[in-house]
């Protein structure tokens, strides 16, 4: 079960404190930080990170500055949440991800 997903603007480390894991990478200006336990261990959770960093990237076109995070945050939001549904990993296709999330603009009643 994926325990949590942070992004930050700092640095980490990799924790290994039982059996729950903690994995960062660097994107742009964006930390981003994926915690995992039980059949997600560091490599699964590397496959997450890889899959994030690749919807990150594909929303806003390369790697985000903050204020490019900020100004794409409901877009990137809709992504995490195709790709991660109440803690388990969903989606992995990029392709299929990019159509579940197109917004469209609202209709009127």
Known sequence: MILALLFANSEGNILVERSVYIVYTVLGDVSVYVVGKDE???????????????AVKDVCGKPPTE??????????????????????????????IRRLVRLKPPTEF
Do not use: H, P, Q
């Open 40 to 54: 997600y261990d560091e490599l699964a959770l590397a496959e997450v990170i890889f899959v994030i960093t690749s």
């Open 67 to 96: 204020r490019l995070f900020l100004d794409k945050y409901g877009k990137i939001c809709l992504s995490l949440d195709e790709i991660i549904w109440k803690g388990y990993m969903e989606n992995t296709d990029k392709d299929r």
